[in-house]
């Protein structure tokens, strides 16, 4: 079955530090997408970066990237050059072949201190 | 570029009553999901539809109904609502839904309280 897990509820980073948001799933299917979403406090949901199975590289988004750890199926997100607007909650996400869904963690609540 | 567009904002109901929620986009997307996010525990699937014509459960979906009118929009139902149900409801679309590399784009969500 799919599972995501993130484990840390929250997280301080002092502005223009680096940070990483631990996320660890689990599949069966040896093709699925590996997501990370951004809710800031107003509520809507920010698609941030994306990680393909089969991506050799990891994945970099401008500040964020993706360090992938496939065979410790762990996807965590590390952000560079922290900013005051990055604190928000932080969702990790993965979709397989096997249902179309697409599955959450509980979340992480990234706080960025000035 | 509206995206996904998700009715009401904000809906105060009273135990037993009903109400549905409003789900539209314009990506023609073929595969449009309801979630609810609580505290704690993520966002977890209500209902899906991968394609016009078709609706699955989800994790959640006792309590729902749901009506995919066309490829644009897709309905939440809440027959008799009840506080449980308190949540923040999110309608999101996706792609192709055997694309597994596809993200999802979200309405901005719908804060329920049932009282």
Redesign the interface.
């Known amino acids: 079955a799919q599972k ?1 897990t ?1 484990t840390q ?1 929250g997280m301080f980073v002092q502005e223009k530090e680096a940070v990483t948001l631990d996320c660890t799933y689990d599949t069966s299917d040896p ?3 590996l ?1 990370w ?1 951004k809710q800031p406090s107003s ?3 920010i ?1 941030l970066i ?1 990680q ?1 199975s089969y991506d050799q590289q990891n994945a970099t988004e401008g500040r964020y990237s993706l360090n992938f750890q496939k065979a410790r199926k762990s996807a965590n997100l590390v952000i560079s050059a922290s900013q005051l607007g990055d604190s928000a909650m932080y ?1 990790c ?1 993965m ?3 096997g249902g ?8 992480t609540r990234l706080f960025v201190k000035a | 570029n509206a995206g996904v567009t998700q009715t009401p904002k904000f809906q105060v109901l009273k135990t037993g009553q009903s109400m549905t929620l409003q789900c539209a986009q314009d990506m023609n997307h073929n595969s449009m999901y309801w979630y609810r996010q609580d505290p704690g525990m993520g966002l977890r699937l209500i209902y899906y539809s991968a394609s016009e014509g078709t609706t699955d459960k989800g994790e959640v979906p006792n309590g729902y109904n749901v009506s995919r009118l066309n490829k644009r929009e897709f309905s939440l139902r809440l027959e008799s609502a009840a506080p449980s149900q308190t949540s923040v409801y999110f309608c999101a679309s996706g792609g192709t839904p055997w694309n597994y590399n596809s993200p999802l784009h979200f309405g901005n969500g719908t804060r329920l309280t049932v009282t």
């Open positions: 995501i993130q509820p093709s699925y997408g997501f979403y509520g809507e949901m698609f994306y393909g969702f996400a979709r397989d072949t179309f869904k697409t599955i959450f963690g509980a979340g």
